[in-house]
């Protein structure tokens, strides 16, 4: 099991910036492919990013592509998010998760570890 921990998330006003990170143990990390969620007050958890287990492939939604970086690094068992250009429609509560199968994934139902979330808030 992968206990995840974000951490990053407040208010900040649009055209901001903001890093998420999210601090993983329990395993070894690198064993595991790393992806960014967010959901909106009465809207469905979407898909943000992912990262391969080496950091070798990344995806992104196409709302944020451009504009978000997702990175990891594995000798601090950390995976990130740089937010850039933020708009009042990125406001959510951020999930990071964990899945060990290999390649990307953007699945909500691919991911076998969640974190409890950290809410960002752009104000416009």
């Known amino acids: 099991q992968v206990q995840l921990v974000e951490s990053g998330g407040r208010l900040v006003q649009a055209g901001g910036s903001l890093r998420l990170s999210c601090a993983a143990s329990?395993?070894?990390?690198?064993?595991?492919?790393m992806g960014w969620f967010r959901q909106a007050p009465g809207k469905e958890r979407e898909f943000v990013a992912a990262i391969s287990r080496l950091g070798s492939m990344t995806s992104y939604a196409d709302s944020v592509k451009g504009r978000f970086t997702i990175s990891r690094d594995n000798a601090k068992n950390t995976v990130y998010l740089e937010m850039n250009s933020l708009k009042p429609e990125d406001t959510a509560v951020y999930y990071c998760a964990a899945t060990s199968r290999g390649g990307l994934r953007v699945g909500i139902y691919e991911y076998d570890y969640w974190g409890q979330g950290i809410q960002v808030t752009v104000s416009s």
């Open positions: 329990g395993h070894i990390f690198s064993s595991y492919a």
